[in-house]
Structures are given as structure tokens and as C-alpha cells.
């Protein structure tokens, strides 16, 4: 008979393998000598190599060939890096576990963008051939018996199951572990921390876990106390919310200078002079457009779900949701949503149905030849269809109030980078590139399109008698260049380590305001400049603003704004001090908001 041989050979082997992967995904990440070292005095290597060496011996069992195990585990491991690198270089953020369920979104998206190789990735990929090579040619896999096969596999799933729960699903030992990194910045904790371990660890976010202590008991104990619900004599205007793709100030910015009369935010700053207006701390930077449109129309906070901030439209939102358009249907309205964009982008379809919109306009239900900018659906279009929508209403049922909230998608990124298309509306920089000035022209001039459309839409409100308030905001701050060079050569700082930092690279412009019909017999009980606010605060100072009877929920969440104006994964803003330890009295309220937030998606 042919003598079976040990597998500790084999198994020593893939554990070598293992390191040399993990310094293949260190040498991808790691741009600091300072970083790199971390992690050889902390944990930071075993968290990261562990999940490999499990994966690799569990194939190697399963299949009895180390080079099948290296070539299954190497190809995926390898792809997971290029799409964080380049999710990195797009979005400056990193690759996590909910991205998955956004491939489809992301292939739509990526059509439109040029990528150039980068040379770690090319070293890299040459590095793992040359492994496989060297597996495939000199290691002869030892063929152990088939018990020995079926045990081993058995206990590497346990070490496996223990490590997801002990150590990657540890949050204090996240947090516990000292490294060097922004902790407001989630490329530098993704870079310190290392991929694979921050990964694993936002796999917490993929399902919605019921939060510590959650009962419904306790649930209707906590709206017992807040708000009351609607009365049908209560008079409400009409409400068209608008949130403006990629709309943000680069007025803000210490080193533009605009020609004479080309400022694109002229009309929108006149407009702010009667309305309630601020600033939105978005969840996203350069993308996430639904994470905000989320946090305005269920008043929920993404970081209060999962501090990962999982894209909650592909993973979380699976029934009827109670949330601001599902609110005012109970209340009689009519709901619309307009997106002109593809009607399966980030599955809302399916999710407006379930928050209780009864119609969705999308790119599918215009006309082939609409106008577009570049690949998208003009603003003035959108436009267009704002103004149509509201008067078909009022002519077939004037007597029902009406919500509508549209998405535009004209001002998406890429923007084209080769000439100016319109007209140049800044002038040069010192030291700015062609390429640079260029994009950043093309982009001013689509959020003077997106201020266009939004006056058009304030102006044709006050032509009617029917009060009507519009709400308009921005979803995110625009991917302007792969290298982000454009905001520092515009002295606008997203990179620093401060709070005012942070805060650049999630601040956009929001705005409220009531046509003549809704003013000439309301005084809004919040109007003026509010300052930096969560958006997930948006739709409850809407509410404020049209004097409404706030109902126990977002009677709730104005009391949590009262001391919390601003929520994110790592800090928090009370009155004007910034912390990210929460006091007794915070972490009350914080945590009947968890509960308050899954009764809402999970329970309502």
C-alpha cells in the first residue's frame, strides 16, 4: 500500500505563504515607514496574516493540493486589493463588506471613469504569479488520510467562527489597539489597521443586529413621552425636496477667485436671505448619494446602525419603513420620487416602494433623446419634470397635500478634464494644473445649472396659491481627481487632522424655504443660519419649519438635536463642543435612538 504522508509539512509551508501574502498586502497599503513598523509591535500582523494562513490550510484539506488552495485564496485576496486601491483612489475610502451587494452600481459607475495603473498594483500582481509559479514547480503537496482531511477541516471552521467573534468582531479590541492614524479619517485607519482586519471587522455591518436591550415594550415606553400623532385638522403645505448631486461651496475654498458675475452660487445665496439654511455633515465624501438621501427621509443616523455606515438601500431596508415620505402618506399625500437616473442604481426601485413613495420617475421613463450633460439627465430636465409633476397634481387633485423629493444626477463626476465646456467662471491659481482647472470650471459650471433649477422651481412655487415649502441640499462633495489634488490647490484643506478638517470633507450646503402662499400666513418657528448639522436632522427642522405637530418620533430626534447637532462613527458635536466620549445623559439618548431606529426599519 501506498504510505499516506503528515500534512505538517504542507501546513508549514502555507504558513510561510501566508506571511509573504500579508507583506504583499502591506507593501499595496502602507506608504509609511512609521506605519509599516506598527505593525510589528502590536497584534496588527497576526490579525492580519491569521485570516489567510486559516483560509489556505482549509483548502489545502479540502482540495489536497497547496497549489490549489494558493491560486483559489491569492486570486481573490488579489482582486479585493485593487478594488480597495482603486475604491481609495475614487472615493477616498476604503473597500468594505457591503460593497458587495453593489457590484451591478458599481460597474455602472466605473464605465465612466478612466484609471490609470498604478505601479504597486503591477508589482504585486507579479508578485503573486511568481508565488504561484514557485508553488506550482517545487512544492509537492502531501496527501494526508481522509480522516485526518475531514478533522483538520473541522477545526480550522472553529478557529475561523472563534476568530470572526474574539477578534475581528471585538470592537473593543478594535479601538483598543494603539496605532499610528487620523482616527477621523477611514483611509488611515483602513492603512494602520491593514485591509484585511478592517474588513473583517465591518463584516458586523452586512445585517441589521437588534441593539443591545432593544425590547418593543421599551420602544413604546420611549414614544410615550414624545410628540403626538397627526391630526386631520392640522393645516401642512406641500413639499418638494430636492437633493442636488455633488452640490457643494467652493466658495469655501481660501484660494478661488471668480471673474466678474460668474459666482454660481449668486442666486442660491440670495435665496438663503428668507430661508432656514446651514450646512449637512453627509456620511459620504466623493460618493454615497443614497446614505444621505437615507439619513434625510428616515431621520435615522447611518452611524447608529453600523459605524461601518453600510449602504442600508441594498442590505437593511427588506419591508415597510416608517420614514418622512411613509409619514405623510398616513397623512394623506401624495408621494412622488424622481431619480433620472437608472431605476435599479442602489435598488431603490424596490427600497422607495417600501418607505411609501406610490410613483418613481427614472431615466427609463423619458424620452431616448432627453438632454444630458456629459453621460447624465440635464438639471434643467429635471427641472422640467419638478414643475410638470406638482401641476398635473394640483390639477387633478388640488385638495391632497403632496411630497415630492427628487435626485438629480447631471453634476455626477467624471467631469471633463481636456477643455471647458461652457465658460471658464474662476479665475487661474498659482501652480494649478491645465487638467485641474479645467475640471473644476466644468464642475462650477453644473452647480450653476443645479442653482438655475432650483430658483426656477422657487419661482414657479410663488406663481401658485397652494403653500408649498422646498427643501434642497447636497448628497455629497464631488470626486474632482483621482489624487484630490484640485481641493488643495484650491486651499481647501480635507486632509488635515483636526476636526475643521473633517468636517470640510463632509460639509454641504442645505437650504428651506416657504413660497409666498406658505409666508404670507406662517412664520416658521426655526428660520436663519442653523450652522453645521447632521443631515439626519434635515427632515425634523423640515417639520419645524412648516409647524407641524411633530409626531413621537421625530418629536424624539428634536430632543437628541437639542444636545447632539451633529452625529458621525467618530465624533460627535454638542453645542458647539466637539468630543467622542458621550456622557451619561448623551449615551441615553443615543441608545434609545438605536432602538428607536430598528423599530422604524425592522418593525414598523
Avoid at 197 to 226: A, C, M, R
Avoid at 542 to 562: A, H, I, R
Amino acid at each position: 500500500m501506498k504510505k499516506k504522508k503528515s500534512p505538517v509539512l504542507s501546513v508549514l509551508l502555507i504558513f510561510i505563504i501566508s506571511i509573504l501574502i500579508t507583506f504583499f498586502q502591506m507593501f499595496m497599503q502602507v506608504s509609511e515607514f512609521e506605519i509599516f513598523m506598527g505593525y510589528f509591535i502590536s497584534p496588527l500582523f497576526f490579525f492580519n496574516f491569521l485570516p489567510i494562513f486559516l483560509v489556505l490550510s482549509l483548502l489545502y484539506f479540502i482540495f489536497n493540493s497547496v497549489f490549489i488552495s494558493y491560486t483559489i485564496t491569492s486570486s481573490i485576496f488579489y482582486l479585493f486589493l485593487i478594488i480597495n486601491h482603486y475604491k481609495i483612489v475614487l472615493r477616498d475610502e476604503p473597500f468594505a463588506p457591503n460593497d458587495l451587494v453593489l457590484a451591478r452600481d458599481l460597474f455602472g459607475i466605473m464605465g465612466n471613469y478612466t484609471l490609470e495603473i498604478s505601479w504597486r498594483v503591477v508589482i504585486i500582481g507579479f508578485a503573486f504569479i511568481l508565488l504561484g509559479v514557485f508553488v506550482k514547480l517545487f512544492i509537492k503537496s502531501e496527501k494526508p488520510r481522509w480522516y485526518t482531511r475531514i478533522i483538520s477541516s473541522a477545526v480550522i471552521v472553529i478557529l475561523l467562527c472563534l476568530s470572526v467573534k474574539y477578534i475581528y468582531h471585538n470592537e473593543q479590541l478594535y479601538y483598543k489597539i494603539d496605532v499610528n492614524e487620523n482616527i477621523y479619517y477611514d483611509v488611515s485607519i483602513n492603512e494602520s489597521r491593514g485591509f484585511l482586519y478592517t474588513f473583517l471587522y465591518k463584516t458586523t455591518g452586512t445585517s441589521y443586529q437588534k441593539p443591545e436591550g432593544y425590547t418593543k415594550q421599551g420602544v413604546d415606553e420611549t414614544l410615550k413621552n414624545y410628540g403626538k400623532e397627526f391630526s386631520s385638522t392640522q393645516e401642512t403645505p406641500n413639499v418638494i425636496a430636492i437633493m442636488s448631486e455633488a452640490f457643494f461651496d467652493v466658495s469655501l475654498a481660501e484660494d478661488i477667485e471668480y471673474y466678474y458675475g460668474k459666482d454660481p452660487m449668486v442666486q442660491y445665496n440670495k435665496l438663503k436671505k428668507n430661508a432656514l439654511y446651514g450646512s449637512l455633515i453627509v456620511p459620504g465624501f466623493a460618493g454615497g448619494t443614497s446614505s444621505t438621501e437615507f439619513e434625510f427621509l428616515s431621520g435615522s443616523n447611518l452611524s447608529l446602525i453600523d459605524k461601518s455606515l453600510p449602504t442600508v438601500y441594498r442590505t437593511h431596508i427588506t419591508k415597510d419603513m416608517y420614514c418622512i415620505p411613509m409619514m405623510f402618506k398616513d397623512m394623506g399625500y401624495t408621494n412622488i420620487a424622481i431619480h433620472p437616473g437608472d431605476k435599479w442604481f442602489y435598488n431603490r426601485q424596490n427600497v422607495y416602494k417600501r418607505m411609501g413613495f406610490e410613483k418613481f420617475i427614472s431615466v427609463e421613463d423619458l424620452p431616448k433623446d432627453v438632454e444630458k450633460v456629459n453621460w447624465y439627465v440635464s438639471d434643467s430636465v429635471t427641472g422640467d419634470l419638478i414643475i410638470e409633476e406638482y401641476e398635473n397634481h394640483l390639477k387633478e387633485k388640488p385638495d391632497q397635500p403632496y411630497f415630492n423629493f427628487t435626485v438629480t444626477i447631471q453634476n455626477h463626476g467624471p467631469y471633463v478634464w481636456d477643455k471647458i465646456e461652457k465658460e471658464p467662471r474662476m479665475k487661474p491659481v498659482e501652480g494649478m494644473k491645465d487638467t485641474s482647472y479645467n475640471i473644476i470650471n466644468n464642475y462650477l459650471n453644473g452647480v450653476n445649472d443645479a442653482v438655475n433649477m432650483l430658483k426656477r422651481v422657487v419661482d414657479y412655487t410663488n406663481t401658485i396659491d397652494k403653500p408649498t415649502v422646498v427643501v434642497f441640499f447636497g448628497d455629497h462633495l464631488p470626486h474632482l481627481d483621482t489624487e484630490f489634488e484640485g481641493y488643495g490647490q484650491l486651499g481647501y484643506d480635507i486632509y488635515g487632522d483636526t476636526i475643521e478638517d473633517e468636517l470640510n470633507k463632509h460639509r454641504v450646503p442645505f437650504l428651506i424655504i416657504g413660497n409666498d402662499a406658505y409666508l404670507k400666513d406662517n412664520t416658521p418657528s426655526v428660520n436663519g443660519n442653523i450652522g453645521n448639522i447632521s443631515s439626519n436632522f434635515l427632515s425634523t427642522l423640515m417639520l419645524k419649519y412648516m409647524n407641524m405637530d411633530l409626531p413621537p418620533f421625530y418629536d424624539f430626534v428634536d430632543n437628541v438635536f437639542s444636545e447632539l447637532q451633529i452625529i458621525t462613527p467618530t465624533y460627535f458635536c454638542s453645542n458647539g463642543q466637539y468630543g467622542q466620549l458621550y456622557n451619561d445623559k448623551q449615551l441615553n439618548l443615543i441608545n434609545q435612538y438605536k432602538h428607536l431606529q430598528y423599530f422604524n426599519m425592522k418593525e414598523y
